[in-house]
């Protein structure tokens, strides 16, 4: 019976619970972004909008000081909407319209923005009006003749010449009246130029010598005594007189925030007026100057035709982004379903293979070429390669059976037919014998060496050897056996190769190359031995004439009881476990064993060391 896997434990619950743990981060982080950044927007636009709705009403505000009345205020209005892209509307205080940038059947917003009055203004208009609330551009009476201006402007430019004489950067500027007036670019006091060298630029009054730009003109002249005649009613109502009449004075920018480029002062106490007095004097200002301005008037500021806010978190909107959400969230649940059931699928059918019986060796259908495609081929794979190590290992129990088989029937044999006293022990039946005896140790002797490597527990001992007495060793050992087969057996060495390894185990593996190549060296063949450096490693070599190895057969030298000749003639072939224990012995000193032949030319089989260098007791 299958095991049932738990619901929380499962592939397709745990791509779930992660899709929508992902979803909800995804949601809550675009979220939090979304806000922010609209937030900042926000702020970043209302920024511009109150830079833009300042400009707006300082525009108006200017064109209500300069004009009587809001005739022609609708031109103004339009090219201002136009560079602000705001819509703007301006009514009386009973809401009747004035003048409108967006068309009339376009309702007005609830609230008016501000209200354009330039006798009153708020504190983001012109310098000046914020101790005043009087716009500085509103002078009415106070505004210079064209002819008082022309004579003025020529008296300033003769104190700027002046000014030049001294190296004194300056510059001619004008009072909304029209009053020039000088500033030194460095922002040193004009007085000092007068005393010291414009002294012909000075008039002697009442109040001692003062610039001639300082003395008011006839306009202003007959200005100030309305205005005295305005303030003094107040003045007196609260028992102050004026004692004189009201004059002018400047500050050293030729402006004064006050009355927009002069200040007003009772003529005998200009520096201790009290509030009291300029309250008078204010209020006295305002009515002089209410015939010359425009009324008030509200101002209504939209966006383009529009009147509702720009962002609004109503109800509609949190239900939309909700909504929105919501979508998110199952869209990503269906896409993740549909996903990990694409997944789920071929992992099922890979458990499915898995859990079949050795015997059957069922492959898994490989339908993507993802991940999981892959890994139902690498499962294939390992199927395959179990199918061939069960057949190896029912071919090595055959192959281990038949090669002991024969040396024990051999020796059963032949200790029977003495027993029944029908053949006498004689020394060549017993040398015979004792032939089948070492067979079978040679055999019993490889099998525990192959166990040994296969259980890691093949164990070398390393110590400098010369590899050019290894092959000399190898050569002297096999050299009866190579006259008595007719081959030639040479060396060829290179005395300075040195290796860390086990002598014993290395003249094993070049034993058992060694006769493999005169086994299958014909008479008047050569079988030669080579040791030689290749870089940092040392390469051992056994080449023979014989008739080589066909290149199907060549993947399968270094297999257990794998030879070329099917009959597993012994004169042809050994026990085919002699390959397998070279392999094993060069992996264990961290070496490799290759193969490499051409059908008629002969085999090479090469081993490739570390070398070591040579023992410091050798010169």
Not at 523 to 542: C, N, P, Y
Request: hydrophobic share 40%; charged share 25%; net charge neutral.
């Amino acid at each position: 019976m299958k095991p049932r896997i738990p619901w929380r434990k499962r592939l397709l619950v745990r791509l779930l619970f992660t899709s929508v743990l992902i979803a909800l981060c995804s949601v809550a982080a675009t979220a939090w972004l979304a806000v922010t950044t609209t937030t900042s927007a926000l702020e970043e636009e209302q920024g511009q909008d109150l830079a833009a709705d300042n400009k707006i009403l300082a525009e108006l505000s200017g064109y209500a000081a300069d004009h009587p009345d809001w005739a022609g205020v609708q031109h103004t209005v339009r090219a201002l909407a136009a560079k602000t892209g705001r819509r703007i509307a301006l009514t009386t205080a009973d809401r009747t319209l004035i003048a409108d940038s967006a068309s009339h059947d376009t309702p007005l917003p609830p609230r008016s923005a501000a209200t354009v009055d330039p006798l009153h203004t708020d504190t983001y208009t012109e310098f000046g009006a914020q101790l005043s609330g009087i716009d500085p551009r509103a002078v009415g009476p106070f505004r210079l003749t064209a002819a008082e201006r022309s004579e003025l402007d020529l008296v300033a430019q003769k104190q700027k010449s002046c000014f030049d004489r001294f190296s004194a950067a300056t510059s001619v500027q004008h009072t909304p009246s029209g009053r020039p007036y000088l500033v030194v670019d460095d922002g040193t006091d004009t007085s000092y130029y007068y005393k010291y060298g414009c002294g012909d630029l000075l008039v002697t009054g009442a109040t001692g010598r003062n610039s001639v730009l300082d003395v008011p003109t006839r306009t202003e002249t007959r200005a100030l005594t309305a205005l005295t005649g305005l303030a003094r009613p107040c003045l007196r109502a609260k028992d102050m007189d004026l004692g004189g009449k009201l004059s002018l004075t400047y500050d050293t920018t030729g402006r004064n925030p006050v009355s927009g480029g002069f200040l007003v002062t009772r003529k005998d106490v200009r520096r201790s007026m009290d509030q009291i007095a300029k309250n008078c004097v204010l209020d006295a200002r305002r009515t002089q100057l209410e015939p010359y301005v425009a009324p008030a008037a509200e101002l209504f500021l939209g966006i383009g035709d529009q009147t509702a806010p720009r962002f609004d978190m109503s109800p509609a909107n949190k239900a939309r982004i909700v909504g929105a959400a919501g979508l998110v969230l199952a869209v990503t649940v269906a896409v993740t379903a549909v996903v990990a059931m694409r997944l789920v699928r071929p992992l099922r059918a890979l458990t499915a293979a898995a859990q079949q019986p050795p015997e059957l060796h069922v492959r898994a259908p490989v339908r993507t070429r993802d991940e999981t495609g892959l890994l139902a081929e690498a499962f294939n794979d390992l199927t395959e390669r179990r199918e061939r190590l069960e057949e190896q290992r029912k071919a090595m129990v055959s192959d281990i059976a038949h090669e002991l088989r024969s040396p024990l029937t051999n020796i059963r044999g032949w200790l029977e037919v003495t027993r029944d006293g029908l053949v006498d022990p004689d020394p060549a039946l017993l040398g015979s014998l004792h032939e089948e005896a070492l067979v079978l140790q040679r055999i019993i002797d490889d099998l525990q060496d192959l166990a040994a490597a296969d259980a890691g527990t093949l164990r070398v001992h390393r110590e400098p050897v010369r590899a050019a007495d290894l092959i000399e060793q190898a050569a002297a050992a096999h050299r009866v056996a190579a006259d008595a087969a007719g081959v030639t057996l040479l060396t060829d060495t290179d005395g300075t190769a040195w290796l860390d390894a086990d002598p014993v185990r290395m003249r094993q593996a070049l034993g058992n190359l060694v006769s493999n190549a005169i086994r299958h060296t014909p008479a008047d063949g050569t079988v030669t031995l080579s040791a030689r450096h290749d870089g940092d490693d040392v390469v051992l070599t056994v080449t023979d004439t014989g008739p080589g190895i066909a290149a199907d057969d060549l993947p399968h030298v270094f297999e257990r009881f794998w030879r070329a000749e099917k009959s597993r003639s012994r004169r042809t072939g050994g026990s085919g476990l002699g390959l397998p224990i070279v392999r094993h012995l060069l992996a264990a000193h961290d070496g490799t064993a290759e193969a490499r032949s051409e059908p008629g030319k002969g085999a090479e089989f090469t081993l490739r060391l570390p070398s070591a260098p040579a023992p410091a007791d050798v010169s």
